[in-house]
């Protein structure tokens, strides 16, 4: 049988979490994931406009070329993510957004 983590063992993250919040109050708010399995991880993802990912990315000092490029859901959604050191936890951030059907984008004139 394990033992169980105590809340404070979480204390690294909420404590980069604490000052996202008094630092970055003014930025859009995250889904904001902890675990009990990566006990110094804190996780901000936002959804569906990566415009407030970048102003997270911008607002951290994070550089555009740190962060990785994906899909997922059969190419549907486009997926931003990038992992720093921020006040002792291991940040990860992580942007997700629809790709535009190319069908209805609009072409440029």
Do not use: C
């Amino acid at each position: 049988m394990s033992k169980s983590l105590p809340l404070d063992g979480l204390v690294v993250s909420l404590r980069a979490l604490r000052l996202l919040a008094t630092d970055f109050g003014h930025l859009p708010a995250p889904a904001v994931h902890l675990s009990n399995i990566f006990p110094n991880r804190l996780e901000l993802s936002l959804h569906d406009d990566l415009a407030e990912f970048e102003a997270w990315r911008d607002a951290l000092g994070i550089a555009p070329d740190a962060v990785k490029h994906s899909t997922q859901s059969s190419g549907r959604t486009r997926v931003l993510r990038v992992s720093v050191e921020y006040a002792g936890a291991e940040l990860e951030l992580v942007g997700f957004a629809p790709v535009p059907d190319p069908a209805t984008a609009e072409v440029p004139v």
